[in-house]
C-alpha cells in the first residue's frame, strides 16, 4: 500500500511539472518578460436613446358564441363590421383594421359526441396613430360585450435610425471614459477589439386608468467579469415624450484596448 502512495505521489508531481512552464533567469530578465507581455483593459459604454412612440397596433379579440357554427360565424363577421364602420366614423380607416387571428371552438355536453355549441374568436388589430384615436378604439371595449381589449404595441417608424443613433452613443461614452483613463494613469491604450453592441427596446405599457409605464429592461453592463466601466454617467437623449408613449433604446458595448508601455505613453 506505502509503494503504491508513493507512486501515485511521484506521478503528481511530475504531472505538475511538465504542466507549468519553467521560467529561468534572473530578475532583470524577469522583469523584462513580462513587460513584453500584451495587456488589455476592457472599457464599457452605454446609452439610452428616447422617443415618442408615432404608431401603435391596438389588439382587440372578437368572440361571438352560438349553437350553430355557421351562426357563431355569422356573428362574428356582423360585429367586426360594426366595429369597423364605428372606427371609420371616428376617422380610423378600413385599411387600417386588421383580422389578424381566427379561431373556431366547439363546446361539448357532459354526454354525446355532438357538440352543444361553438364559440368564434378573431384578433383584430387597429393601428392608431395617436391617443385620441387610442381612446376611440379603446371605447369599442364598452360599446359591445363581444370586444375584449388585448393588448397595446408602441412601435416607432424610424426605430431602425434610433438604434443607430444609441450604439453611436454608446462607442462615445466608451471612448470618453478611455480619455479619463490614459489622462489619470499615463496609459496609452490602442482599440484592439469590440463586443455588444445589441439594441433593447423599452416599450410603455396601458395600465388600468389610462397611464402607461414602461416595460423592464436590462440596463447591466454586458461586459465580461474583470472589464472596466468606470462612473461616466450614461448619455441619454430625450425628443419630445408625449402622452401616448414613449419607446427607450438602450444599448452596450465593450471595446477592449490594449495598453502601450509606460515609456512610449510617458512624454
Known amino acids: 500500500m506505502r509503494t503504491i502512495v508513493v507512486i501515485g505521489l511521484v506521478m503528481m508531481i511530475c504531472g505538475r511539472l511538465l504542466a507549468e512552464p519553467e521560467l529561468r533567469g534572473?530578475?532583470?530578465?524577469?522583469s523584462?518578460?513580462?513587460?513584453g507581455m500584451p495587456r488589455t483593459v476592457a472599457v464599457t459604454g452605454e446609452a439610452e436613446v428616447k422617443v415618442p412612440a408615432d404608431y401603435a397596433f391596438v389588439s382587440l379579440k372578437v368572440s361571438t358564441d352560438s349553437k350553430?357554427?355557421?351562426e357563431a360565424l355569422r356573428a362574428n363577421h356582423e360585429a367586426r363590421t360594426r366595429l369597423s364602420n364605428y372606427l371609420k366614423k371616428q376617422d380610423i380607416p378600413a385599411d387600417r383594421v386588421i383580422a389578424a387571428k381566427f379561431s373556431s371552438t366547439p363546446?361539448?355536453?357532459l354526454f354525446g359526441e355532438k357538440a352543444k355549441s361553438y364559440r368564434v374568436d378573431n384578433i383584430v388589430k387597429v393601428k392608431v396613430l395617436d391617443e385620441r384615436e387610442l381612446q376611440v378604439t379603446s371605447s369599442a371595449v364598452d360599446n359591445w360585450p363581444e370586444v375584449q381589449f388585448v393588448g397595446l404595441d408602441f412601435e416607432h417608424t424610424d426605430k431602425e435610425t434610433q438604434?443607430?443613433?444609441a450604439i453611436a452613443l454608446a462607442c462615445d461614452n466608451a471612448t470618453e471614459r478611455k480619455k479619463v483613463y490614459e489622462e489619470k494613469l499615463a496609459l496609452?491604450?490602442?482599440?484592439?477589439s469590440f463586443s455588444g453592441g445589441m439594441v433593447s427596446q423599452n416599450k410603455p405599457m396601458m395600465l388600468v386608468g389610462?397611464?402607461?409605464r414602461g416595460d423592464a429592461y436590462a440596463s447591466k453592463s454586458m461586459a465580461p467579469?474583470?472589464?472596466?466601466?468606470?462612473?461616466?454617467?450614461?448619455?441619454?437623449?430625450?425628443?419630445g415624450i408625449s402622452s401616448f408613449g414613449e419607446l427607450v433604446y438602450t444599448v452596450s458595448v465593450t471595446v477592449e484596448y490594449e495598453v502601450e508601455r509606460e515609456s512610449k505613453a510617458v512624454k
Open 107 to 109: 363546446k361539448f355536453g
Open 210 to 212: 389610462g397611464s402607461y
Open 32 to 35: 523584462q518578460y513580462l513587460a
Open 188 to 192: 496609452k491604450l490602442m482599440p484592439k
Open 225 to 239: 467579469a474583470g472589464s472596466t466601466s468606470g462612473s461616466t454617467e450614461m448619455p441619454q437623449v430625450t425628443e
Open 68 to 70: 350553430s357554427l355557421q
Open 163 to 165: 438604434k443607430r443613433k
Open 26 to 30: 534572473t530578475a532583470s530578465d524577469l
